[in-house]
């Protein structure tokens, strides 16, 4: 594959969900773009929600959103019995 993609980069404050948008953005105007997060190059013309993701967490969207929700309760649970 010989693709040629521009270099964009993500803001330091970036969420996952947001560089994801950012390049689905310029999916849809035909640019091939790509740009690291945390280590992971995400590509603007195969780029998905899940994929990325997996490829940054290690788990899809909504198993992060869980095991961040479980934390934050863990989190609660252990201040309140101090």
Do not use: H, P
Not at 26 to 43: P, S
Not at 46 to 74: C, H, L, N, P
């Amino acid at each position: 594959m010989n693709t040629k993609y521009s270099k964009i980069r993500f803001l330091a404050s970036n969420t996952i969900e947001k560089a994801v948008n950012q390049l689905l953005d310029f999916k849809v105007k035909g640019m091939l773009v790509c740009g690291d997060f945390n280590g992971t190059t995400l590509y603007s013309d195969t780029v998905t929600m899940d994929g990325a993701y997996k490829a940054i967490t290690g788990k899809t969207k909504s198993e992060f959103e869980d095991f961040q929700r479980k934390e934050i309760e863990e989190s609660k649970r252990q201040r309140n019995s101090r």
